[in-house]
């Protein structure tokens, strides 16, 4: 299932089926933000639009794409 192709709810109706099920998903998604280490590990962290963080494992990255910030960077 590709979301673009489809609406929130039929998303969230595939996800809840899934869980019914006891099924394993492979779930892709993108994340834009600065991207830094976590302290201690091999885990980094991603701060997304909204101010948002997100951690995540190394081995979990498919691909790391240089993109053009939506906003500019702070200064200070």
Do not use: C, H, S
């Amino acid at each position: 299932m590709i979301a673009r192709d489809t609406t929130p709810e039929t998303l969230d109706t595939r996800l809840a089926e899934a869980v019914e099920r006891g099924q394993t998903l492979e779930v892709i998604l993108v994340l834009r933000g600065r991207v830094r280490p976590v302290a201690g590990g091999r885990r980094w962290r991603i701060r997304v639009e909204g101010g948002r963080v997100v951690t995540f494992a190394g081995d979990w990255v498919v691909a790391a794409t240089p993109v053009t910030p939506l906003t500019a960077p702070r200064r200070g």
